[in-house]
């Protein structure tokens, strides 16, 4: 599964939109990128995925490039339950569907 | 909506016992995970099940083994704890939708603590 890289800390104020992003340059046709997060010491919450066009449901949207090379992850209103770490995820299709969380970007909301 | 158990919530025990962790997945669904995070750390991933079967498996120490019930509940059996076993216990469970896209629903997770 392609590695991803994303920023260690971002700060968001609240009622504004928090753009999160993230790299997989390595990233191949039949992969998907995954966004999870985990709100402090609760079990990880999966946001949204996508392979090549855009998508959007009721907590995120998610913008992946024409090269599929990186995403990003839209909060449109982020309010404080929003302040979390944020995993970007990539993985194939046909796997077993396994997450190998990296670092992760730390989501500040703050009034 | 029903969401994944997990049980106990907390766990404590000595260095060389044995600890066995319980997970019920949310219905209908027919994979689970287990996912282990240390203090700081980013969750890793241990081992999976489909339908009953191990589908994929991590850095799981030997001392630890899984299986899946007929109905579909998972246990995580710990033996020979050691202080490093200390940690976030998740499970996750999800549905597979025969185009190898999945949506993991995490459990609370049981918190164990080797003394």
């Known amino acids: 599964d392609a590695k991803t890289t994303q920023p260690p800390s971002m700060d968001c104020a609240e009622g504004r939109a928090a753009n999160l992003p993230c790299n997989h340059s390595t990233i191949s046709g039949n992969e998907y990128v995954y966004w999870y997060r985990q709100i402090h010491s609760q079990g990880p919450q999966y946001i949204i995925h996508?392979?090549?066009n855009n998508e959007t449901n009721e907590m995120a949207s998610l913008i992946i490039t024409e090269d599929r090379k990186s995403s990003t992850l839209i909060l449109p209103h982020a309010t404080l339950r929003d302040t979390a770490v944020y995993y970007c995820?990539?993985?194939?299709?046909?796997?077993?569907?396994?997450?190998?969380f990296g670092q992760g970007t730390t989501l500040q909301v703050k009034p | 909506a029903a969401g994944v158990i997990q049980s106990p919530r907390h766990l404590i025990k000595e260095k060389r016992e044995t600890a066995t962790l319980k997970c019920y997945p949310i219905?209908?669904?027919?994979?689970v995970y287990w996912y282990q995070q240390g203090p700081g750390q980013d969750p890793q991933f241990l081992i999976s099940?489909?339908?009953?079967?191990?589908?994929d498996k991590g850095s799981i120490p030997d001392r630890f083994s899984a299986q899946q019930f007929s109905d579909y509940h998972s246990e995580l059996n710990m033996s020979s704890l050691e202080l490093g076993d200390s940690a976030l216990y998740f499970c996750a469970s999800s549905a597979n939708s025969g185009q190898g896209v999945y949506e993991q629903y995490f459990g609370p997770g049981t918190r164990l603590t080797v003394t």
């Open positions: 996508g392979l090549k």
């Open positions: 099940f489909y339908e009953k079967m191990q589908s």
């Open positions: 219905p209908r669904h027919d994979t």
């Open positions: 995820i990539v993985s194939r299709s046909g796997n077993t569907g396994k997450l190998i």
